[in-house]
């Protein structure tokens, strides 16, 4: 099934991974929202948990190691084109995960990945609706 212009929602996952002050970001190499800074996920694959496929996407995408600990919150992700097409249409499962190993290096479709200190995220370019879910996490599971 294509990603673009799908014919049923596609389920996908993503996860602040912390360490210390430090959040684990990728800078996007696909659309949607190419170029910008994001927290690593993508889809889920037949025969996957959502929290396997959380694993193996933040280890494709940056290299990096992690656990999950907490499931977050589940929302859709629709884009719509011009026309008024559904363009992209996500299920997403978000997760707080504890980091593991592994120093970050971009993989798979993130263009980069680094650590980012989580009362700098205006160092790097991210969706506003990232940015205020990772500000919102941060704060209720004391982080910040």
Request: glycine letters at 10%.
């Amino acid at each position: 099934m294509s990603r673009e212009y799908p014919d049923r929602p596609i389920p996908g996952v993503a996860g602040i991974v912390v360490r210390g002050k430090e959040l684990l970001l990728v800078q996007r190499g696909k659309e949607p929202a190419k170029g910008k800074w994001g927290i690593p996920g993508g889809v889920v694959e037949v025969g996957e948990t959502i929290e396997e496929a959380l694993v193996r996407e933040v280890r494709e995408e940056t290299g990096c190691e992690c656990t999950p600990v907490k499931h977050l919150t589940t929302f859709d992700s629709i884009r719509r084109d011009d026309d008024g097409r559904v363009h992209w249409h996500y299920v997403l499962f978000e997760y707080l995960c504890r980091y593991d190993s592994g120093e970050p290096h971009a993989n798979d479709d993130a263009a980069e990945a680094r650590w980012v200190p989580l009362d700098d995220l205006d160092c790097v370019d991210i969706m506003e609706s990232t940015r205020s879910f990772i500000e919102k996490t941060a704060r209720e599971e004391g982080l910040i």
